[in-house]
């Protein structure tokens, strides 16, 4: 099985060019890369999010054994933005969040975040942030948001991207604090080096899907020098654990 815990539905929100991506690019992108299950969110992550959940809450109803619902949340909305992590678990049945402090330009470490962060706690949330080189998205502050709320479980998206080994460094020391692999560096060993750091049972296969393209970002795990054990955690058995499925 392969499970993707990080790809979008929606218009990008860079617009670095028009996108035409719908659900049925994604079943065939699937099926093409042998991908089981998807998790998704709102691409626009700054541009009417509650809506998005809508859109994202009906794909998963519609392809249940298919897609998995990220809800996106924007704490600049304040005590909407709780409401809106409430409604992702009981109206919507999404699996985890998704939060993108570079687009909504907010650092994940201010007290802004509280009140998400402990209601996404208590309804037992994976989080999943965009983590980057930028100056909202630093993997230095998730670092902070990870030591405030060790009962979280917060997921580094791109493994830091150009931050990587500041990303690496700090997921090794925080068990809470989780790496996927989508967009990560590709240089040599750098997965081995991630495995070496954080152990095998805290890095997540996905494919950022449409932003990235899947066959490198499939293969980064397919065809890296690690066990096949290593990689069937990494391709599934650690998304499984974290979304409870």
Same mark, same amino acid.
């Given at each position: ?50 809506? #998005?959940?809508?859109?994202?809450a009906e794909v998963v109803r519609k392809y249940p054994d298919r897609f998995l619902g ?15 992590v409430i409604k992702a678990k009981e109206e919507y049945g999404m699996v985890g969040l998704k939060f993108h402090p570079a687009a909504c330009h ?76 989508? #967009? ?21 296969? #996905? ?7 899947? #066959? ?30």
């Open positions: 099985m392969i499970i993707d815990i990080h790809s979008h539905i929606g218009d990008p929100w860079y617009a670095y060019w028009k996108q035409n991506v719908d659900v049925e690019d994604h079943l065939a992108s699937m099926d093409k890369w042998g991908i089981d299950k998807r998790c998704v969110s709102w691409w626009q992550a700054h541009n009417a999010p509650d809506k #998005g959940n809508k859109v994202i990220f809800a996106v949340i924007n704490p600049r909305w304040y005590k909407e933005s709780v409401e809106e907010y650092r994940p470490d201010i007290p802004l975040m509280d009140r998400v962060m402990e209601k996404a706690i208590e309804l037992k949330f994976p989080m999943l942030f965009h983590c980057g080189a930028d100056e909202y998205s630093n993997p230095h502050n998730l670092e902070n948001l990870a030591k405030r709320f060790p009962e979280a479980t917060i997921i580094m998206a791109h493994m830091g991207e150009e931050t990587c080994f500041e990303a690496i460094a700090i997921a090794g020391a925080l068990d809470n604090v989780i790496l996927d692999t989508t #967009g990560s560096q590709n240089w040599y060993r750098i997965l081995n080096y991630a495995l070496d750091m954080v152990g095998e049972e805290r890095v997540v296969f #996905g494919m950022d899907f449409p932003a990235y393209n899947p #066959g490198p970002e499939i293969s980064k795990v397919r065809d890296a020098d690690i066990t096949e054990a290593q990689r069937n955690k990494i391709m599934a058995e650690n998304a499984a654990r974290i979304l409870g499925i």
